[in-house]
């Protein structure tokens, strides 16, 4: 023909032509025209190694192998080739329409195409007519319950030993996808299945809070936690109770000196993870499980920030059932690190495992994949193998690896187990100058990371998935299984879809502010639940002195399960309610009426009153009037709500003279602000502003105790500095835990320090130069002294105390030496506060 190729004068030999025809004739049958497009030739799979061999003789080697197969069909071909003689086509047109004229021939039903097609367009495939095809990836041995599955859909010679086992393997129900298994699947459609599980409780496989809890409690190694926290377990934010946004209260639950990672529970791959080390007072952040670099000023308030707006964020849409159904949360824990050095990542091992028998690892540091290894240990051929990474380093326990993963597979079809082999971030070789290798070695650990039923991994070879599939499968065909209920997930999980944590499992750990000697009533409170490396219990005996004695109204022994942060503890103490004597030690009105009797001082009064006591009317424009009444003409006062917090609505009001006219200075209502002169001051604009908070709506300031103090109000004399009656007096809000002083805010209307109980001042983030030390005129002792009086029979108590002179005292005027400034100094309480 007109196109016709020198050298393609003939067929091969090896060609089968009237095979060709048939198969092509075959499918021709009842139509009036089709092409049938045929390949005859060898398949490339390395079963047919030695046909495909160059050097192979053209004999029975090859033809052997040879196959005639249809490899599509077309209704309306193109012939495009074919134009190049038209006359060819010419006789084809001439052939077809001959048919329809001259032919015998009658229309009949299409009985050949299958009513599912008819119907859906679509054909489903048969069951198990999937051929899978041996490589190098394919297994040989792949026991089960004694049923070696790696021999599934092997050709016949390869399939002997398959047998059903007597002792049948039992599968949980929550993993079991039989009903939709046909044997044709390839791995992702299996991933598909999985990822639209919806059975209850696999979520609890993917629920990074709960397995944190939980795998301790079966005696699985993990990372030291430092926190694992729900949503739900946080206090809820409240701007009038005090309670901070979640990312607050995050940050100060953070580790401020440990390394760690923190993740959110309900995200995969790397989504919304942190890594965080401290070295030499240099802090280093990676975002993502990336590079770490030297941390900017805000990064920890980057990191809590992200850490909530997680919380309030779905898994990503392309995600599993099971993970879209975790109970929002977060996991800060201990970082994992190299036994080389703490700036590479420890090794990781994400394993695949089948009918728990684990099956390959995929081998990583960080986001780099080293290789892959089988299940004895050996790095697999593959695509992505690098020569560097032809075997396992020795300090790798990889039978501890096997033994760990396959004891969380038990009971499961598929599974994957993440672990890091590795060394803790704080383990003293890693930071011991001098640490051998041996010793280094010696102190790897092998913990789990997480797991996942959903696995996502994209090998580079396809062919594993093959094979993985092909497993996966092989289990469902040929094991005799029977489903079982899955008693592995704790019933409170079940019902509650959180795994609750377990009374005293968080772990404290030891910062520079760690209180070490702590004695109350004999006790050191001191060591109580830190982590390893800090001291250990207490060794003293048990204490010989009398119990402290709690007053009752305080008394929250029936919340604390010993896993508590702070803000957790101060929303407790906020929830308490019908306690009628806790609302006494936030009324201030009855404070300055108590205080003084038993002998404890405070600012001289000008005017103590409830609301009740102002007037008889109780009308809103007499109590106004009554309470500007109050208010001193020329003595400097303070003038304050008794059942209000924050500062809110304290006025400061001072009256001096500059030069020869008089002026009054005020703060504007608003706490702490610094008082400014303001002309035609009118004191009534106090009163109007007071008047208001004596109907204030209840939960104005979100607790029970604030919303039963009877609303009145305070005017008493105003504190000021030893060295400037312009200055606020310094002040000290002193935090008694079990009625001894823990730490004092030191305050000069800003926070200028905080105080440990021996009158050192701590350092901290903002400290000035200047306020490195007390003024030798404050009396530490005698400060403390009172705090601890105030805190006696009390778990938690804070006491305000004001340090300085009234003002107006002559000690303030122009020509009073020092020593009469410091002979004037008072220490009085200003108030307290429980929540």
């Not at 329809?100 to 069951?127: C, H, I, Q």
């Amino acid at each position: 023909w007109d196109g016709a190729q020198e050298g393609h004068s003939d067929l091969p030999d090896w060609v089968d032509w009237k095979e060709v025809v048939r198969l092509a004739e075959r499918v021709g049958a009842n139509k009036d025209m089709i092409r049938v497009d045929v390949f005859v030739g060898v398949s490339a799979g390395e079963n047919n190694v030695e046909a495909l061999d160059e050097n192979a003789s053209e004999q029975e080697a090859r033809k052997g192998a040879i196959k005639i197969v249809v490899s599509d069909c077309e209704l309306s071909p193109p012939a495009l080739e074919l134009e190049k003689d038209p006359a060819i086509l010419a006789e084809a047109a001439h052939l077809w329409i001959a048919g329809y004229k001259l032919g015998n021939y009658r229309v009949v039903p299409n009985t050949e195409v299958p009513d599912e097609f008819k119907t859906t367009g679509m054909l489903s495939a048969p069951k198990m007519s999937k051929t899978w095809v041996k490589t190098k990836f394919t297994l040989s041995e792949f026991p089960a319950m004694g049923v070696n599955l790696a021999t599934y859909q092997m050709p016949p010679s390869e399939t002997d030993d398959i047998g059903e086992n007597e002792e049948p393997f039992e599968l949980y129900d929550n993993f079991n996808i039989a009903d939709k298994i046909t044997g044709n699947e390839n791995w992702w459609d299996l991933v598909a299945y999985r990822r639209e599980l919806a059975t209850p409780g696999l979520n609890f496989y993917v629920d990074k809070v709960a397995q944190k809890r939980w795998l301790p409690t079966i005696d699985m190694p993990i990372p030291r936690p430092f926190l694992c926290c729900y949503a739900s377990e946080l206090p809820v934010p409240s701007e009038n109770a005090g309670i901070p946004k979640e990312h607050v209260t995050i940050k100060t639950m953070l580790p401020q000196e440990s390394n760690y990672a923190a993740k959110p529970s309900h995200t995969s791959c790397s989504d919304g993870v942190w890594l965080v080390k401290h070295e030499n007072g240099v802090t280093k952040v990676a975002a993502g499980g990336h590079l770490m670099e030297e941390a900017e000023d805000d990064s920890l308030d980057k990191i809590a920030v992200s850490l909530a707006k997680n919380l309030l964020e779905d898994a990503r849409e392309l995600e599993s059932v099971a993970l879209k159904t975790v109970s929002h949360g977060f996991v800060v824990e201990e970082r994992f690190t190299s036994i080389e050095g703490d700036d590479r990542p420890a090794m990781e091992f994400k394993i695949f495992c089948f009918w728990g028998r684990v099956w390959v690892a995929n081998w990583r540091r960080g986001n780099n994949r080293y290789g892959l290894l089988n299940r004895n240990g050996n790095v697999i051929d593959w695509a992505g193998k690098k020569k560097s990474h032809k075997e396992l380093p020795d300090w790798v326990d990889w039978d501890r690896v096997i033994g760990i993963a396959e004891k969380m597979a038990k009971h499961k079809d598929a599974f994957r187990v993440d672990l890091f082999v590795g060394l803790p971030a704080s383990s003293p070789v890693l930071n011991k100058e001098g640490a051998s290798e041996e010793d280094k070695k010696a102190a790897v650990e092998v913990v789990i990371s997480e797991f996942e039923t959903h696995p996502t991994t994209r090998f580079i070879d396809p062919r594993l998935f093959d094979e993985a599939a092909r497993l996966w499968i092989a289990g469902y065909k040929r094991l005799n299984y029977k489903v079982i209920p899955n008693d592995e997930i704790p019933k409170n999980f079940v019902e509650g879809s959180e795994f609750p944590a377990l009374a005293e499992s968080r772990e404290f750990v030891e910062t520079k502010h760690t209180t070490k000697k702590f004695h109350v009533a004999g006790v050191n409170l001191g060591p109580y639940r830190m982590d390893k490396d800090s001291g250990g219990e207490d060794e003293e005996g048990p204490s010989t002195e009398p119990p402290f004695e709690l007053f009752e109204e305080f008394d929250i022994s029936d919340k604390i399960t010993g896993n508590e942060a702070w803000w957790d503890m101060i929303a407790i103490r906020i929830g308490l309610d019908k306690r009628p004597a806790l609302p006494f030690y936030n009324d201030k009105v009855a404070l300055r009426r108590y205080l003084p009797s038993v002998g404890i001082a405070m600012p001289k009064s000008f005017a103590i009153k409830y609301k009740s006591e102002l007037t008889e009317t109780g009308n809103e424009s007499d109590e106004r009037l009554a309470i500007t009444s109050m208010l001193p003409e020329e003595d400097d006062f303070v003038a304050k709500p008794s059942h209000s917090c924050f500062g809110d609505d304290v006025w400061l009001v001072r009256h001096h003279m500059d030069g020869k006219q008089k002026v009054v200075s005020v703060n504007g209502g608003v706490g702490r602000q610094k008082m400014r002169p303001k002309e035609d001051f009118d004191r009534a604009e106090i009163g109007k502003a007071l008047v208001k908070t004596l109907h204030l709506e209840p939960g104005t300031y979100g607790s029970w105790v604030y919303d039963n103090i009877k609303p009145g109000i305070v005017i008493e004399e105003r504190f000021a500095s030893l060295d400037d009656d312009n200055k606020p007096a310094v002040e000290f809000k002193l935090f008694t835990i079990w009625g001894k002083c823990y730490i004092a805010q030191w305050r000069r209307g800003v926070y200028s320090g905080i105080v440990y109980p021996d009158g050192s001042v701590v350092e901290w983030g903002k400290m000035k130069k200047s306020n490195t030390e007390l003024p030798d005129w404050v009396d530490w002792p005698k400060i403390k002294d009172l705090a601890e009086r105030m805190g006696q029979n009390k778990d938690m108590f804070r006491t305000d105390v004001f340090v300085g002179v009234p003002s107006g005292s002559p000690a303030l005027e122009d020509g009073a030496s020092q020593e009469e400034r410091r002979a004037a100094v008072q220490v009085v309480v200003s108030e307290f506060e429980m929540q």
